[in-house]
Nanobody, 115 residues
Framework: QVQLVESGGGLVQAGGSLRLSCAVS?????????MGWYRQAPGNKRELVAT??????NYLDSVKGRFIISRDYVKNTVYLQMNSLKPEDTAVYYC?????????WGEGTLVTVSS
């Protein structure tokens, strides 16, 4: 099975930056497998933040220009660089990968942005 390990969450002031990491600790993924970041704030449904595959990235409109998703294919790690953070970015962020039609999730890392 694919296992994902997340890190990088924490408390930051509005306008600050954080970088989230998600490493594939077991299993095998390929460059064509789509990896992404989702987030879920209290009372909200889980929403897609960003995805990445070979030569393609997509972003939630509200994070465009502020967040950057990247991927290290050697280390099997996906990153989410979050800049100009806003209080509304506060949520638990989950890493995701789809392999052979199945979704695998990280355990979540909490990002809290104070005003």
């Amino acid at each position: 099975q694919v296992q994902l390990v997340e890190s990088g969450g924490g408390l930051v002031q509005a306008g600050g930056s954080l970088r989230l990491s998600c490493a594939v600790s077991s299993g095998t993924i390929y460059s064509f497998n789509v990896m992404g970041w989702y987030r879920q704030a209290p009372g909200n449904k889980r929403e897609l933040v960003a995805t990445i595959t070979v030569g393609r990235t997509n972003y939630l409109d509200s994070v465009k220009g502020r967040f950057i998703i990247s991927r290290d294919y050697v280390k099997n790690t996906v990153y989410l660089q979050m800049n100009s953070l806003k209080p509304e970015d506060t949520a638990v962020y989950y890493c995701n990968v789809m392999v052979a039609g199945a979704n695998y999730w990280g355990e979540g890392t909490l990002v809290t942005v104070s005003s």
